[in-house]
């Protein structure tokens, strides 16, 4: 894992930077007044800027390599946190998020892409566990930092540009050898669909329970009885345990098939959500069992990642790596507002019960993607073992280097002639 330290550093920094800044502009519009739609839209056109930047992040990588475009789209983030802090405007505020979306999709593509070429498939799941492990150390410090700035004044954006910045130097420095340049990409990001089926709809199905958890799980907490403090200890329990099944999970999928493993969190995680639709639970009980969703729904990601990644090329990574972004952050922009609806609806406990039948369709879905693959592949009984023996064969005579040409071919044209008369009726 030490090979990736520089890698395992620009994602902790970009990712705690970004953590600060989501939460940040989401406290700071809430003191202004702002309606909770436009704070929404702010989400949203994040997740839009991550559909668009898989096209320009490919077309970057393509063009100027990997290390270059991270450079590249990491100021280009950093100039637009700092524009926050001059224009206080929301519907700039809009514009800014959607090409922040854009500038992180690219790098979150040259980082995944490039861990996942370049590690084996024997660690590639403990490779990927330790990224997820610094993902998740990162939103965890952002939201203590910023706990530091009770006034919301421009300090924490001015801190966010620090952060990001930093993240720019482990990348600019390493002495990793560069991942292949890319060739030119010969497939639209959903034909991939074909080629890593079951990882590409588990992210889908993992973006709308993931990102309708943090978008909405706040809400259930409030209206399960939790107080500000326990809606802070609840979602923290959740991302704590997140953070602590990656090494674990990613140690169990390097010796696990990766396709079973997302069918047993589906099943874990109807269980789990199932047990919250009881009544009467206690906080304790709703403590233990948020523990528990964290574990399972949040190794979705990085499961279905190294399952596709085990089954591409070199030359495909980059754009899988980009497939699977978009899927994911288009199941996190929809699922939170389909699933609000939900809520609306039937109550704040309809969440999960919304996200238990999530995770009924996914694994279904899994099951038939599986045994369709399984079909596919050629039975034992399509092999028809035949007793032939070479020796008895005419060829023989042709292949013996002991034996003249002239006399194989005679021996050849004799043995075809005489095989009409082998199988009519004997002569008297």
């Not at 436009?38 to 390599?65: D, E, P, R």
């Not at 992210?203 to 329970?209: K, V």
Request: glycine share 8%; aromatic share 10%.
């Amino acid at each position: 894992m030490r090979a990736f330290i520089s890698l395992y550093i620009a994602n902790f920094f970009l990712v705690g930077g970004m953590g600060l800044l989501t939460t940040y502009l989401a406290l700071y519009l809430g003191q202004q007044n702002v309606s909770t739609l436009w704070i929404g839209a702010l989400t949203g056109l994040y997740y839009l800027g991550l559909l668009f930047g898989a096209k320009v992040g490919y077309f970057l990588i393509k063009s100027v390599g990997h290390i270059r475009s991270f450079a590249a789209c990491t100021a280009a983030v950093t100039a637009c946190v700092s524009l926050h802090g001059v224009i206080d405007n929301l519907y700039i505020w809009l514009a800014l998020r959607l090409v922040v979306g854009i500038g992180m999709m690219c790098n979150f593509m040259i980082l995944e892409s490039w861990l996942n070429e370049q590690a084996s498939h024997e660690q590639r799941g403990r490779v990927f566990s330790v990224y997820m492990i610094t993902s998740y150390l990162g939103t965890v410090v952002g939201q203590l930092v910023l706990s530091q700035f009770p006034e919301l004044g421009y300090a924490p954006l001015f801190l966010v540009c620090f952060v990001v910045s930093v993240g720019i130097v482990p990348i600019a420095l390493t002495r990793r050898i560069h991942p292949k340049p890319l060739k030119p990409l010969q497939v639209g990001l959903f034909s991939y669909f074909k080629t890593v089926p079951q990882s590409l709809t588990a992210m889908a199905f993992a973006g709308i329970i993931n990102g309708s958890f943090y978008g909405l799980a706040p809400v259930f907490a409030s209206k399960a009885g939790f107080d500000a403090h326990g809606i802070a200890l609840f979602m923290s329990v959740s991302i704590i345990a997140g953070l602590l099944a990656q090494w674990p999970m990613g140690a169990l999928s390097d010796k696990v098939r990766r396709s079973l493993l997302l069918r047993f969190n589906a099943l874990a995680l109807l269980l789990i959500c199932s047990l919250f639709m009881m009544n009467n639970l206690s906080q304790a009980h709703m403590l233990a069992l948020t523990f528990l969703f964290g574990t399972f729904a949040f190794t979705l990601y990085p499961l279905a990642s190294a399952l596709a990644n085990s089954r591409v090329t070199d030359d495909e990574r980059v754009g899988v790596s980009a497939a699977l972004l978009v899927v994911f952050g288009a199941g996190a922009g929809v699922g939170s507002v389909a699933l609000a609806q939900v809520m609306t609806l039937f109550g704040h406990q309809a969440l999960y019960g919304a996200i238990a039948i999530l995770c009924a369709m996914m694994f279904a879905v899994l099951m038939l993607i599986n045994s369709r693959q399984n079909a596919e592949r050629m039975a034992h009984s399509d092999y028809v073992v035949s007793a032939s023996d070479v020796t008895q064969s005419p060829l023989a005579a042709t292949l013996d280097p002991r034996i003249e040409e002239d006399i194989a071919q005679e021996q050849l044209f004799v043995t075809e002639v005489a095989e009409p008369e082998e199988i009519g009726p004997p002569k008297n």
